[in-house]
């Protein structure tokens, strides 16, 4: 097994902590974003989507390669059950999907490297304009989490019950974005308790950005 990842990648942060948490170690492969590695050469090939993460693994026919992170997640909850990211009922496992979609289609979409990258040249946007462009996308979809998870009977320590799962694989990732774009997360006290609580156990503290070996200074 091998992931191809960069260390800012949301994405890619999602598998990582996914990985962790199942104990999985592939090897590691970085792809740097900033300077279009994805878009040519040897990595293009192998993920037509030009976007990270992608994951090679073993099939029944030989070599496949997944692309996709909550296709990746999937897989790795369908082929390492063992450590389970969704829990066993329908309607628990449809609300956890339901969370972690928040954070994957409603926030990340609008506020990624390739969009923030084409407001600023087609549009006349400055870096500030286009912080805000995100911080707002970030403020909505956190707005969203929080409504979901404040009081809500299902929610715990975690996303859902007193466990780590796939809503906090994605919620995670996103709150480090939203600290990037200069969110008031005080303004989100369940997502910010929920986000403390995954930050204190390894598996997401060495999946956080900082903490990669393709980490810029």
């Not at 859902?160 to 974005?177: E, K, M, N, R, T």
């Amino acid at each position: 097994m091998k992931f191809h990842g960069y260390f800012r990648s949301s994405a890619a942060h999602r598998v990582r902590i996914a990985l962790n948490l199942k104990g999985i170690a592939p090897e590691l492969a970085y792809v740097h974003l900033r300077k279009g590695e994805q878009r040519g050469g040897a990595y293009a090939a192998l993920n037509p989507q030009a976007l990270v993460p992608a994951l090679e693994v073993d099939g029944p026919d030989g070599p496949a390669v997944i692309a996709q992170s909550m296709a990746i997640l999937e897989y790795l909850e369908e082929t390492h059950p063992a450590v389970p990211l969704l829990p066993r009922d329908p309607l628990g496992r449809a609300r956890v999907r339901s969370l972690a979609l928040i954070c994957v289609a409603d926030i990340h979409p609008l506020q990624n490297l390739r969009v923030l990258a084409k407001i600023r040249a087609d549009h006349g946007v400055d870096e500030a304009g286009a912080f805000a462009w995100a911080r707002h996308w970030n403020e909505v979809g956190l707005a969203a989490c929080e409504a979901s998870l404040s009081g809500h009977r299902d929610t715990g320590r975690f996303s859902h019950g007193d466990a780590p799962g796939l809503a906090d694989c994605c919620l995670v990732p996103q709150v480090f974005s939203a600290k990037r774009f200069g969110v008031d997360l005080a303004r989100f006290p369940a997502v910010t308790r929920i986000f403390d609580a995954c930050q204190a156990l390894p598996a997401f503290d060495l999946a956080q950005p900082s903490k990669q070996p393709d980490a810029e200074n």
